[in-house]
């Protein structure tokens, strides 16, 4: 049986060799034969296409997308794809990209700036391949090699599960020469759209349906006959389908956050991309004739990723968003979508849904830079901020003071 492959990870200075201790130390069997290569180069991330299309699934991970951001996005300074061989074999793969960016923050519903940076940033299902313990630890200690010699300021998991294998292994092996922080936590949730022979999903029972029908006649007998739904899902459709979506967000709270659908070249590049590939899907209700409320995703291999979601703040009491995604999806049933991701949402909602929660959060691993330094600091900050105003709101039951300063924001803002 052959040794571990640690050509890759050696250093001249030896300033690695506590990680590889600590790795020698928690390996198993299964880790011998494994080697890794980092892919920095956009021909070498053409060279990984015939495994990279067997393993990836989610628009995040999609390799034209991916090489369609290193050509048109200005802030990506390369790309960083780690991939696990055994034998010569890929076996798994992490996908990344080194960007120069602006990093920032949310603490009630305010955005503050934070220091520029140079981040490593992965996305949401960004590890692909087979699924191997020895194979995550492999990653992780290569993540934190990266952050150790200062190639990047900061490794940032945009979505990570918590109760992953990769994201027990960062943890594990990060300490002094790598921090880790995870600074926020969110619920996503994924929503099932089938249901055993002869009875239907558990998002159209009886009482959900029962609650649509009487959203839906309110806001049919407030505005008669000008109330519509409309599906874009024709590329020569994506014009009409993001203006009209953009037109609702426009007023939006997402929007606000920038969380919402960008007017950016970029951005719609990006979507225009999703469209000529056949997976993108615009929703758009429609209350006399103005877009209301509005859905943006991918379909694809029967799963619906929502990207973007929102709605006009002059018809939230008629409840528009949740009518729209009631629409949608019985529009996705219709098209054969099977699961639908989310994404992140309110819990009590995709708890009437019937929805399967899970934790994941956005995880950092901070490198020994000064300018790691300061980011650290700087989301360890707004961290305890975050935390200690939603102890004292909730231990205080403040929450109307949560939803005034939102409303005043968000006025002030239009």
């Known amino acids: 049986m052959s040794e571990l492959n640690y050509e890759t990870f050696g250093d001249a200075d030896g300033s690695m060799d506590s990680l590889l201790s600590t790795y020698r130390s928690q390996r198993t069997e299964a880790a011998w034969g494994l080697s890794v290569r980092v892919a920095a180069t956009a021909g070498a991330i053409e060279e990984l296409r015939p495994v990279w299309l067997q393993w990836a699934h989610s628009p995040d991970t999609d390799i034209d997308s991916y090489l369609h951001n290193l050509k048109t996005d200005s802030t990506i300074l390369r790309p960083h794809v780690i991939t696990v061989y055994e034998e010569g074999i890929p076996q798994a793969m992490l996908v990344g990209l080194v960007r120069k960016q602006k990093m920032s923050t949310v603490v009630s519903f305010v955005r503050l700036p934070g220091p520029s940076a140079t981040v490593l940033a992965i996305p949401n299902a960004g590890k692909i391949g087979r699924q191997s313990s020895a194979i995550d630890r492999l990653l992780a200690l290569e993540l934190l090699k990266t952050a150790e010699l200062g190639d990047v300021d900061l490794v ?58 009487r959203k839906t006649r309110i806001l049919q007998q407030a505005f008669p006959g000008k109330v519509r739904f409309k599906c874009f899902c024709r590329p020569s459709e994506f014009d009409a389908g993001i203006r009209d979506a953009m037109m609702a967000a426009a007023t939006s709270w997402q929007k606000y956050l920038g969380w919402g659908v960008s007017n950016t070249s970029q951005s719609c590049d990006n979507l225009k991309l999703f469209a000529n590939q056949g997976w993108l899907r615009i929703y758009v209700l429609y209350v006399k004739n103005i877009p209301s409320a509005y859905l943006i995703g991918q379909h694809r291999n029967h799963t619906f990723y929502c990207q973007h979601a929102g709605y006009h703040p002059h018809f939230a009491r008629y409840s528009v968003g949740s009518l729209l995604t009631a629409w949608a999806l019985e529009s996705m049933t219709a098209a054969g ?37 300061s980011l650290n600091i700087f989301f360890a900050v707004t961290q305890i901020l975050r935390d200690c105003g939603r102890r004292v709101l909730l231990r205080l039951r403040l929450h109307w003071v949560i939803k005034r300063w939102r409303q005043l924001l968000l006025s002030r803002w239009r």
């Open 337 to 373: 979508v099977e699961q639908v991701d989310l994404g992140e949402g309110d819990q009590e909602h995709n708890r009437r849904l019937g929805c399967e929660l899970r934790y994941e959060g956005t995880v950092h691993v901070y490198s020994r830079t000064w300018r790691g330094f």
């Open 156 to 213: 940032c998991f945009q979505r990570l599960p918590l109760q992953s294998e990769l994201f027990r292994e960062v943890r594990q092996l990060s300490g002094p020469l790598a921090r880790l922080r995870v600074p926020q936590i969110f619920r996503y949730s994924t929503l099932s759209l089938t249901a055993p022979a002869g009875k239907r999903p558990r998002v159209f029972s009886g009482k959900i349906a029962h609650e649509v029908r």
